[in-house]
């Protein structure tokens, strides 16, 4: 039975509801799959086979009761270890956070429980979502399982890397600054960063509030917009969530997925001509855009001039942000705490704690964060980026005047190689020049596998409207129909 | 340690002129917190309300009380401020303990409510202190440092924190600085201080307990040569506990500040702690470092923009401002400026009002609340209200004296009873007997026996020396145990003697 880690969520979920196979087979094989590979691509932080099999044989009790199932039921999912689990260990891959089990589930969390989907585990990422590779992680890094030698793209790398090792036919990423796009474009799966307010935020240990979207990690663009339909929608106890109606990205993906885009108006960003990106990954995208065409859409460029600011507004804002929502970690009420022996103060115990449970690019963003607050430098720094943002807030609404979604490469390079972009945080964070634009004006955008280069996976990004969730899905189907789904070498 | 000769109060304001500013912190009497749902009753067990968005649990977010953001705009309206279309939170960032996110949810440059002023009395003088903002935070926990010598985080050997109180909704409300009030200054702090209290507490949005924390005072105070016109360095004392506090506090800080001006000393702008016992002010940690709080806007948090309509309804719908409540009161209740001002003095306004609309007259409500219960409560240490005796029961025990069933003597034993918790004034003087005894046919015979036994004064009496019955009524009071009410005692007296009175 090991081929029902092949199939879609939408096949398994139908598998199960007919009663072909149950959803404690379908767990059990996922749970074999990662006690198979997972030593060698290490995606998951957690496995939790108790957790997994007791929901899977719930999934059957209520099959059998002739309850009605949800779309997702008995489906297999993986989560990114930032959102809250109830009793299962959360870490954000810090040392910080190592062993605390906390007392809630996320909105989403619960949402996936309510659906009947059976979490696997928790999955790896870079330490607090910092990061594009998962070499941050204080856990030790993902494998790409296309090269287990180069990195899984972050910070959601664990996510993309269970789904593309066929771990999980899902997950659940989330996404700051890319870190949902550029895993998935690195390992030819399919990662959408829903509408900021979109998806609850409640549950997700906040790297950068204004700007963490949560969202789904999947193989097909079909499954990602099944999933993105069971997490979305208004959150009460998440005051930035959007009190409307999701958009219906599930019929989207349907509607496109017959590969027709006429009357759809493409735009590309002419800012993102292509420098500072692989040739590779600029010929696989011009390949996806002449796709596009062939499939009916018009395609224009259209000039965005204030994207190339969003890299140093992104790394103005985000680690502002995150310099205070990450103070509550100080020993006192959970994680870690270091040098509470009674030779040391309050204060010096919370010193030593977050002196000894943050990593250096933590560490790195909470002092430049603490910097660009500061009163004297608050209007150069944090005030000026939020300037840019509504610049480039501007040239998205503008954009949109004249095109129904925007596109681009996801990310200017394939996988890299482990350690080859460390040494110089610039050339890491160069990884979410194409992504982050959207981050800081709140749209939605998807990575959506559209070939390859050197014989890695390369990743085409749709951008849209806010609240237009479903025109990216359309777009994002049709070209699925003509590209293909991507199969990485066997592990 | 150096003693210094401070100089008496009357040559500090004849050589200085103060300048004082107040900051006050109100606690919200809202059912939940600030953003969260947890109840927020005073004096439960440690940590017991909590949940992860109080205790600032990874992930948790914050969901702002509508009921809060209502009260802090009818207070800003109270205080006749404009109330802001667009606002919002920000986050004060520094680490504490008791903080649970390391950061306060508070208001910084966009606060709910600017620009307002608040009148008040000031022996006889009206003074309009100027309002300039009112915000909403949230309150912090509580820690308790064990060991160590000061009680303070330095030097404990172990810190206990409770987090009940982290995250219930505070109303920030500070004036501007407050110039030109001379020696009068520290009378101008209290008299705020209790006129804020009123105002707030007619709106029934906090109890404004400043005993139990939910009103607290931060005092600054600076002082200005004589002559000069830039304004001197501004101290802030904190741990100012009472209205009483507030203007010792004041004082203090003005003679203290007095003494180093004079030497040529120059004051340093620091925060300051009241003591209570010694009544003197002083300083906090010796160096204390200037705190960036890095304020930024909550993110997690959408920005208020309260609806004019809404905001209107409000402020149609604000009770009569306390000030002119009592003016209206003190003309019902037929009563000079100096008696108002005793009433107001012993907190027994709304005491006499709800005595009155209990069915007592104005004068018999005053006399009770101003006389035998103001006494106890002074005695006691605590305030009029918690005395023991409601408004209910004393409009009944002057309804009895009405009657004629009770005289003062007897009033005042069954009143005993009352605030003992023996029941009600009519209970009481059933159960123990306390009624006046108005069956003639007793008083005749108690009247006649104490004529037969002063033979000498009844003979004055029959001469027309009236005034001696008074020796027979007392006579009379003693036998019937003071039970007799002695107009009724004397007329007939008088009557048996065949003298009219
Ligand atoms: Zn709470």
Sequence with gaps: ?491 | MTTTVLPPYDDVVARYEPVIGLETHVELGTKTKMFCGCPTEFGAEPNTQVCPVCLGLPGALPVPNRAAIEATIRIGLALNCSIAEWCRFARKNYFYPDMPKNFQTSQYDEPLCVDGYLDVEVDGEMVRVEIERVHLEEDTGKTLHVGGATGRIHGATESLVDYNRAGIPLVEIVTKPIPGTGAKAPLVARAYVTELRDVIRSLNVSDVRMEQGSMRCDVNTSLTPAGQTEWGTRTETKNVNSLRSVERAVRAEMIRQASLLDVGTRIFQETRHFQEDTGDTRAGRSKEEATDYRYFPEPDLVPMAPDAAWVAELKAALPEAPRLHRKRLQEQWDLTDQDMQSVVNAGAVELIEATIAAGATAAGARKWWLGELARRANEEGIELSTVGATPAQVAELQQLVDEGKLNDKLARAVLEGVVAGEGSPREIMTARGLEVVSDTGALTAAVDDAIAANPDVAAKIRDGKVAAAGALVGAVMKTTRGQADAKTVRELILSRLGVEG
């Design chain 1, 1 to 491: 039975m090991s081929d029902l880690t092949r199939l879609t969520a939408a096949e398994l979920a139908a598998t199960i509801a007919a009663g072909d196979v149950s959803a404690v087979e379908v767990a059990q094989a996922h749970l074999d799959r990662i006690a198979a590979v997972d030593e060698r691509v290490h995606a998951f932080l957690h496995v939790d086979t108790e957790g997994a099999l007791a929901a899977a044989r719930d999934v059957d009790t209520r099959r059998a009761a002739g309850e009605e199932l949800g779309p997702l039921a008995g489906v297999p999912i993986a989560v990114k270890d930032v959102l809250a689990t109830k009793g299962v260990p959360t870490t954000a891959a810090s040392r910080i956070l190592e062993g605390w089990r906390p007392p809630y589930d996320a909105t989403i969390v619960e949402r996936l429980r309510a659906a009947g989907t059976v979490m696997l585990g928790k999955t790896n990422m870079d330490e607090f979502a910092m990061g594009s590779s998962t070499e941050y992680s204080a856990y030790g890094a993902t494998n790409n399982p296309w090269d287990l030698g180069r990195i899984p793209g972050g910070s959601g790398g664990g996510s993309a890397a269970a789904i593309a090792a066929y771990e999980a036919p899902l997950a659940i990423g989330t996404d700051t600054g890319g870190s949902i796009r550029q895993p998935g474009a690195v390992t030819g799966t399919v990662g959408a960063k829903p509408t900021y307010g979109g998806t609850s935020r409640y549950g997700l240990i906040a790297f950068s509030s204004s700007l963490d979207t949560p969202g789904p990690c999947a193989r097909n663009v079909q499954d990602a917009a099944l999933l993105h339909s069971v997490i979305a929608g208004h959150d009460p106890r998440d005051s930035t969530s959007i009190p409307q109606a999701v958009p219906d990205v599930v019929a989207a993906a349907r509607l496109g997925a017959n590969g027709d885009l006429t009357g759809v108006k493409v735009g590309l960003v002419s800012e993102f001509n292509g420098e500072g990106a692989e040739p590779g990954v600029m010929a696989a995208f011009r390949d996806a855009v002449e796709a596009l065409t062939k499939l009916g859409a018009e395609v224009v460029e259209i000039s965005c001039p204030h994207f190339q600011y969003a890299l140093p507004a992104y790394y103005l804002i985000a680690p502002s942000e995150a310099s205070s929502n990450l103070a509550r970690f100080d020993g006192v009420r959970f994680g870690l705490r270091t040098g509470d022996d009674g030779k040391h103060s309050l204060e010096e115990v919370m010193s030593l704690t977050r002196e000894a449970g943050f990593g250096p690019e933590v560490k790195r963003r909470i002092i430049l964060g603490t910097y660009a607050l500061s009163s004297g430098y608050y209007d150069a720094y944090y005030g000026q980026a939020q300037k840019v943002r509504t610049l480039i807030t501007r040239d998205f609404t503008s954009a949109f005047e004249q095109v129904d979604v925007l596109v681009s490469p996801t990310t200017p390079f394939v996988a890299f190689p482990f350690g080859s972009r460390t040494s110089d945080p610039y050339q890491m964070y160069l990884a979410d020049l194409f992504t982050i634009p959207t981050n800081l004006y709140g749209g939605p955008a998807i990575s959506v596998p559209c070939g390859l280069s050197e014989g890695l996976p390369v990743g085409l990004q749709i951008m849209a409207p806010t609240m237009a969730d479903d025109r990216m899905y359309r777009v994002a189907a049709a070209l699925e129909s003509t590209v293909g789904v991507l199969t990485p070498p066997a592990l």
